[in-house]
């Protein structure tokens, strides 16, 4: 079974996604901002991360700029959820080696096929290397 983490700051966003994806069969863990999401990426090492752009506490942008530096965190891949749809905030993702974003509001279905997406991604990336 796979690991999913959310970090999201907004309590009904958070939980709106974690049940969502827990109803398709992925464990999920949850943090409520940065810090808390980047402590439970050291100890859990998840699957997954889906983080939202902008917390209280350090940013989306910040979380995955960390977790590109350390070894044993690099290689998660990572979603970002925003409701900024501007061209500066999809470009910075981009440039974070964001493997995917989502633009709240988003439907449940889009999540669920950009997850599917990115873990099919994540598959295929060890055969392609040999």
Do not use: W
């Not at 709106?16 to 994806?21: G, I």
């Not at 690099?74 to 964001?98: C, E, H, K, Y």
Request: negative net charge; aromatic residues 6%.
């Amino acid at each position: 079974m796979r690991t999913i983490l959310v970090v999201d700051d907004e309590k009904a966003m958070r939980g709106v996604v974690c049940a969502s994806l827990e109803s398709k069969g992925y464990r999920v863990a949850a943090a409520s901002n940065m810090t808390e999401g980047l402590q439970i990426s050291r100890s859990q090492l998840p699957d997954l991360i889906i983080s939202d752009v902008i917390m209280n506490n350090g940013d989306g942008y910040q979380l995955l700029t960390a977790l590109r530096h350390e070894e044993s965190t690099a290689n998660i891949p990572f979603i970002f959820m925003t409701g900024d749809s501007s061209g500066p905030s999809l470009v910075l993702g981009r440039q974070l080696s964001a493997d995917a974003l989502l633009i709240k509001p988003f439907a449940l279905q889009t999540l669920f096929d950009t997850v599917e997406i990115v873990f099919r991604k994540k598959d295929l990336l060890p055969q392609l290397s040999k």
